[in-house]
């Protein structure tokens, strides 16, 4: 690890959308003109050196902190291995997407607070910048207090509007058993006690909409980045659209999708969608969505090495260019998030960088996260 670095002899991507022959400086965590009288000289010849990925939401994080039911690992041991796992696959800024609900267990807002205390106090640990999005299930209210706090932290989390409570209920009214059991099993609760709590914080269903209005405005007078989880419909996007939230995350849907990218919005959709050839829950497919110029960010989701490979996927194809499938992973969900300081290789840019390996299946080769470099051999 350095912080003055000179990547040399590489074929790098322009701003402009080209790859170009030269050398990219580094010093002090950013992109510079010439290189430091310090700097190693790192040979990039035969690969490509591209900006490092931003990862709007992902949670494989949740694996690694219970990688089984009933099964807990200490948070400095299970984080350090995610920060490895972003590095490795060419992510130097992760969004982590941290569910707050009225579940008890790994999303309840115990776990909530207890993940973002300790996150706060082993950031300066890490290589790559983790950062939150908080997904905030809203029919949890006795959250909105914790979350007001939360978007006053630096970096400030982005926030996420998921409703999954209201397909819990179809779930249960549908008897379906398997489903419930595992999100109990997950909760760490039998499935009566499940069905108890899910049947309780159903009779919430009447303020919901009250307490959106009321945490999305509470976001908007602070800047927050807000996102609105799997919409179905186009009305649903024009609502979000006018509570503030500019992103659409994961629709369900075309005209969403649509709706959003014609208003100049983004829409995130998922890596693995691409990589797999399709959603695994039958909704909306990624790369048909990105061959009909209905998605302009991918997410990690829930497997961090899917934004690498989903990039070499539409590459492969003919789908996209290289240029156009890495705005999908870098310069875009930047953008999204409000992050003017990375995305693109510029002079005084944030120094994040993927050194990329395209001559057969890629291989990630270096990893530079804010001027400190990983390298995975050459």
């Known amino acids: ?121 082993l950031a300066p640990r890490f290589m790559a910048d983790h950062r939150v999005q908080l997904r905030w299930e809203t029919f949890a209210h006795d959250a909105i207090d914790d979350i007001a706090d939360w978007l006053t932290l630096h970096p400030t989390p982005a926030l996420a509007f998921n409703d999954h409570t209201t397909s819990t209920l179809e779930t249960v009214k549908a008897g379906d058993h398997h489903k419930l059991n595992k999100w109990a099993q997950r909760a760490g609760v039998t499935l009566e006690q499940y069905l108890a709590q899910v049947e309780a914080v159903g009779q919430r269903a009447p303020e919901v909409p009250a307490k959106i209005r009321e945490v999305a405005a509470l976001a908007g007078r602070q800047g927050v980045v807000m996102l609105a989880h799997d919409e179905w419909t186009g009305a649903e996007r024009t609502r979000h659209r006018d509570l503030g939230m500019r992103v659409s995350e994961f629709p369900l849907a075309r005209e969403v999708a649509a709706d959003a990218m014609a208003g100049g919005e983004h829409v995130v959709m998922g890596g693995p969608n691409v990589i797999r050839g399709g959603s695994h829950t039958g909704a909306l497919s990624a790369e048909e969505a990105i061959g009909e110029g209905l998605c302009s960010v991918l997410a990690s989701d829930y497997y961090y090495p899917s934004l690498l490979h989903a990039a070499e996927r539409l590459v492969e194809s003919g789908l996209r260019s290289l240029d156009e499938a890495w705005d999908l992973v870098s310069r875009n969900p930047a953008a999204a998030m409000g992050l003017d300081d990375r995305g693109t290789l510029e002079t005084g840019r944030r120094a994040d960088v993927a050194v990329v390996d395209c001559t057969g299946p890629w291989r990630l080769v270096h990893t530079v996260a804010g001027g400190k470099i990983v390298s995975f051999g050459g």
């Open 1 to 121: 690890m350095t912080t003055s670095v000179s990547l040399t002899g590489g074929q790098v991507l322009t701003p402009q959308g080209d790859l170009e022959a030269a050398d990219l400086h580094i010093a002090d965590g950013r992109v510079v003109d010439r290189p430091a009288a310090d700097a190693l000289h790192i040979d990039c010849r035969g690969y490509h050196v591209l900006p490092g990925i931003v990862d709007v939401h992902g949670d494989a994080f949740e694996l690694e902190l219970h990688p089984r039911p009933g099964v807990d690992i200490a948070f400095p041991i299970a984080m350090a291995s995610v920060d490895r796992q972003l590095l490795a696959n060419g992510i130097t800024t992760a969004f982590h997407g941290l569910t707050v609900s009225w579940e008890p267990g790994a999303r309840s807002l115990a776990a909530g607070r207890r993940f973002m205390a300790e996150l706060q106090a």
